[in-house]
């Protein structure tokens, strides 16, 4: 008797465990995919500023020459 209720004790605290090592993962996971979108988003806005600054700059300088 006693075995059997060591044996159920390990299996749940394996559930419960395992349990939160999915949360993590999925939280990891979660986290990850937010800061690629942040950097991504970042990087676009980037581009894009320095597109039209450049569109700026090579307008000033056809109309100096």
Known sequence: ???TSLA???IEEDIF???IET???SMKT???SLQNK???SFWART???CSATMFMY???IKIWN
């Open 30 to 32: 979660q986290f990850f």
């Open 8 to 10: 159920t004790s390990q």
């Open 17 to 19: 465990y395992g349990a």
């Open 38 to 40: 942040l950097l991504s």
């Open 23 to 25: 949360q993590l993962i």
């Open 1 to 3: 008797m006693r075995i």
């Open 47 to 49: 581009r894009t500023s």
């Open 58 to 60: 090579s307008r000033v």
